[in-house]
């Protein structure tokens, strides 16, 4: 029989002693490139967020890239998309279980069918449809997806929004609620923007996309999903659009979004990304990567006030962390207040990522 290998205290101590410290270096080396501490990407804010209006840009448990917002007005509740895969559904309802304590969502907008923006309201027996009462349902008017039933994701979108739908849920698509207005409640207000892609056909899927504008007294907030820029160009011809407060970076921080045209007239104040920042999961060019050197240049004269969502760590690993992690931007009588999940409230420039990874802009030095 062999022996076992036998350890003296001495060594055994200084074999832990070293391993203590190989540990702390790679803390260290770890905290240089990615920034503080790593948190736990599902992480909500040390204290559930208080005001009358707040809105929730959420992690979503994995590598990918994909959009979730939470909307709290008073006693609404609002859900804006739910990506990035089905497997997300668990950490979204997690995160907004802590603030929907009555099960119910009154209003739900689906911005357009894209899997990052809409896969948790596909899963069958056990989408967000089956997990929560829906009041109203606002989706997009138009798509280039085919329905196969069950066989794809959009057959199994229709089928859980037709039984909600069946369930008692209010259905609107984008183009019969255009340039209406929601009275949410405790003065706030939700306008669902009209669109030229609302009723003509697009090349880009993203192009669909329902885009809302929420006002709270002299407070504006700018929700456009992924619209591109020639659709970004007709949003701005067809609707007043004023000067905004927070901008929610469409198309996830892309070069293709968040035009010069838009931009020129909201103007805005704060900037958050939802993405997987320098995830090569559409493209391995760095510039290209969420989010996007060219959206960095443009957004720069307007405002350095740019929080970022999530980081990618090492993408065939999979392995990602929080960089600003669930953004809650809260609105009371005193004004806005960020506050970040992960304890790390560094806007994007500060970043190290940003410092390896993109040129930045005059504006901002």
Same mark, same amino acid.
């Given at each position: ?95 907004? $279980?802590? =603030? ?24 069958? $027996? ?16 138009? +798509?280039?997806? /085919? ?32 340039? #209406? ?9 939700? +306008? ?5 892609? =609302? ?8 192009? =669909? ?22 659709? /970004?160009?007709?949003?701005? #011809?067809?609707?007043? @659009?004023?000067?905004? $407060? ?16 838009? @931009? ?86 500060? &970043? /190290?990522?940003?410092? #390896? ?6 504006? &901002?030095?």
């Amino acid at each position: 029989m062999a022996r076992k290998k036998k350890f003296s205290k001495g060594l055994t101590l200084f074999l832990a002693i070293l391993c203590l410290a190989v540990g702390c270096v790679v803390g260290y080396v770890g905290a240089a490139m990615y920034g503080a501490a790593s948190f736990k990407s599902d992480e909500a804010p040390a204290a559930l967020v208080q005001g009358e209006l707040q809105i929730h840009f959420l992690e979503l448990g994995n590598k990918y890239t994909g959009d979730c917002t939470y909307i709290k007005a008073g006693d609404t509740d609002i859900l804006i998309d739910a990506g990035s895969k089905t497997d997300s559904i668990a950490t979204i309802s997690a995160y907004i $279980d802590q =603030y929907v304590t009555d099960k119910k969502l009154e209003y739900v907008i689906v911005t357009h069918a894209h899997q990052d923006h809409y896969a948790g309201f596909t899963k069958r $027996d056990g989408s967000l449809f089956d997990l929560y009462e829906v009041g109203t349902i606002i989706d997009f008017a138009m +798509t280039n997806q /085919e329905d196969k039933g069950e066989s794809n994701m959009y057959g199994r979108y229709l089928l859980e929004r037709d039984a909600e739908i069946a369930a008692g849920a209010t259905h609107f698509t984008a183009d019969a609620c255009a340039k #209406q207005s929601f009275d949410l409640g405790s003065g706030v207000a939700m +306008t669902v923007l009209d669109s030229y892609y =609302y009723y003509n056909e697009a090349h880009s899927e993203n192009d =669909y996309s329902v885009c809302t504008l929420f006002t709270y007294g002299d407070y504006n907030y700018l929700f456009t999903g992924d619209l591109e820029e020639d659709g /970004e160009e007709k949003l701005v #011809q067809m609707n007043a @659009l004023p000067e905004v $407060d927070l901008y929610k970076a469409g198309h996830h921080g892309s070069k293709t979004s968040s035009s010069a045209a838009l @931009l020129e007239v909201i103007k805005p104040d704060m900037v958050c990304v939802c993405c997987c920042a320098g995830s090569p999961e559409y493209t391995k060019t760095d510039a290209n990567q969420f989010p996007t050197q060219e959206f960095v240049d443009r957004i720069a004269p307007y405002t350095d006030k740019v929080y970022v969502t999530t980081l990618c760590v090492d993408y065939e690993a999979g392995t990602f962390r929080s960089m600003n992690g669930n953004i809650a931007v809260v609105t009371d009588q005193n004004g806005i207040t960020v506050n970040c999940g992960s304890g790390d409230a560094r806007v994007l420039k500060e &970043w /190290e990522w940003f410092k #390896q990874h993109r040129t930045c802009p005059a504006a &901002w030095q």
